[in-house]
């Protein structure tokens, strides 16, 4: 059975940080491609990050370069998102996404088989 646990969601100040993770059970995870989506009230559900594999290659969404770095441990089959320089458009549930298809140009949900139950990210202003 593979589950998806996030976790380090909170309410933080704009300008702040927080640092999520998910850790993986059930899967190969180092055959499978990573990535965080995130959701905001009344709004889809959209892609933010991906990373490889290998950790090597990995894919912004325009919105968060320079402020959100993604990072995994396969040894410790958890991925992490750290998330700088906060802004309150950044409010909203933050899943992390498994895919065994491994590419970094994969930002559509439909291209995840494994998802976490979310964890809450609330900017404050």
């Known amino acids: 059975q593979v589950q998806l646990v996030e976790s380090g969601g909170g309410l933080v100040q704009a300008g702040g940080s927080l640092r999520l993770s998910c850790a993986a059970s059930?899967?190969?995870?180092?055959?499978?491609?990573m990535a965080w989506f995130r959701q905001a009230a009344g709004k889809e559900r959209e892609f933010v990050v991906v990373?490889?594999?290998?950790?090597?290659?990995?894919n912004y969404v325009d919105p968060v370069k320079g402020r959100f770095t993604i990072s995994r441990d396969n040894a410790k089959n958890t991925v992490y998102l750290q998330m700088n320089s906060l802004k309150p458009e950044d409010t909203a549930v933050y899943y992390c996404?498994?895919?065994?298809?491994?590419?970094?140009?994969?930002?559509?949900?439909?291209?995840?088989?494994?998802w976490g139950q979310g964890t809450q990210v609330t900017v404050s202003s």
């Open positions: 059930g899967l190969t995870f180092s055959n499978y491609a």
């Open positions: 990373i490889s594999r290998t950790g090597g290659g990995t």
């Open positions: 996404a498994a895919s065994i298809l491994g590419s970094t140009w994969n930002t559509q949900p439909s291209g995840y088989g494994y």
